[in-house]
Antibody, heavy 122, light 107 residues
Framework: EVQLVESGGGLVQPGRSLRLSCTASGFTFGDYAMSWFRQAPGKGLEWVGF??????????EYAASVKGRFTISRDDSKSIAYLQMNSLKTEDTAVYYC?????????????WGQGTLVTVSS | DIQMTQSPSTLSASVGDRVTITCRASQSISSWLAWYQQKPGKAPKLLIYKASSLESGVPSRFSGSGSGTEFTLTISSLQPDDFATYYC?????????FGQGTKVEIK
C-alpha cells in the first residue's frame, strides 16, 4: 500500500526557514517523481513544485509564487522527499501535501499524504 | 499560464439527484484533466484522470467527460458520502493549476 507521511510543519516567523519531509513507503520511491501542493486555510489547492526521478535527471519545477525561495530535493536511499522553505511569508501559511503521480502519463495526484500545517506568523 | 474556472461555486442538491460540475480551461489542455474530491480536514482524493478515466476503487456513479477547454464531472445519483468539495486540475503544462472548487451541499 502506498503511504506518504509529511512532517516538519509548525509555527515559524516571517523571514525564517523550515524544512518539510515526506516519508514514502509501499513503492519503489526512486522510480517516481514527487510533488508538493498546498492549501491555505479556507482556500483552494495550489501546486508548489515537483522533482523528477533520477532517471529523468532529478530536475525540478516550481510555481512562480515560491521560485527562488523553496527547494525540493530527494533522498532515494531513505525514500524521503524534502521541501526546503526559505524567506517565509505570511501568505505561505497553509497545509502542505506531498503527492505521488499515478501510472498514466502526466502529473495528477494519485496518492496524497495527510498534510502538515505550516503557520507563518510573528 | 493556463487558468481553470469551475462552475458553480456552490451546488445544493438532494440524495439521488444527478449532479454536474463544469470546468473550463483558458486554452486547450487536450484531455489532461483530473478531478478530486475533498472533505473537511482531509487530503484530496483522486476521482478521474485523463478527463474520463475512473480511478480504481472510485464508484461508477462518478464520470468525467470533455476535451479541449470544456469538461464535466457528473455524479449520476448523489449519495450521502458525496457531499464534499470538488476540484479540477489541468496537467497539460506547468504550472499545474486547479479550479477554485465546487462545494456540493445538502439541499
Amino acid at each position: 500500500e502506498v503511504q506518504l507521511v509529511e512532517s516538519g510543519g509548525g509555527l515559524v516567523q516571517p523571514g525564517r526557514s523550515l524544512r518539510l519531509s515526506c516519508t514514502a513507503s509501499g513503492f519503489t520511491f526512486g522510480d517516481y517523481a514527487m510533488s508538493w501542493f498546498r492549501q491555505a486555510p479556507g482556500k483552494g489547492l495550489e501546486w508548489v513544485g515537483f522533482i523528477r526521478s533520477k532517471a529523468y535527471g532529478g530536475t525540478t519545477e516550481y510555481a512562480a509564487s515560491v521560485k527562488g525561495r523553496f527547494t525540493i530535493s530527494r533522498d532515494d536511499s531513505k525514500s524521503i522527499a524534502y521541501l526546503q522553505m526559505n524567506s517565509l511569508k505570511t501568505e505561505d501559511t497553509a497545509v502542505y501535501y506531498c503527492t505521488r503521480k499515478g501510472y498514466s502519463s502526466g502529473w495528477y495526484g494519485a496518492y496524497w499524504g495527510q498534510g502538515t500545517l505550516v503557520t507563518v506568523s510573528s | 499560464d493556463i487558468q481553470m474556472t469551475q462552475s458553480p461555486s456552490t451546488l445544493s442538491a438532494s440524495v439521488g439527484d444527478r449532479v454536474t460540475i463544469t470546468c473550463r480551461a483558458s486554452q486547450s489542455i487536450s484531455s489532461w484533466l483530473a478531478w478530486y474530491q475533498q472533505k473537511p480536514g482531509k487530503a484530496p482524493k483522486l476521482l478521474i484522470y485523463k478527463a474520463s478515466s475512473l480511478e480504481s476503487g472510485v464508484p461508477s456513479r462518478f464520470s468525467g467527460s470533455g476535451s479541449g477547454t470544456e469538461f464535466t464531472l457528473t455524479i449520476s445519483s448523489l449519495q450521502p458520502d458525496d457531499f464534499a468539495t470538488y476540484y479540477c486540475q489541468q496537467y497539460n503544462s506547468y504550472p499545474l493549476a486547479f479550479g477554485q472548487g465546487t462545494k456540493v451541499e445538502i439541499k
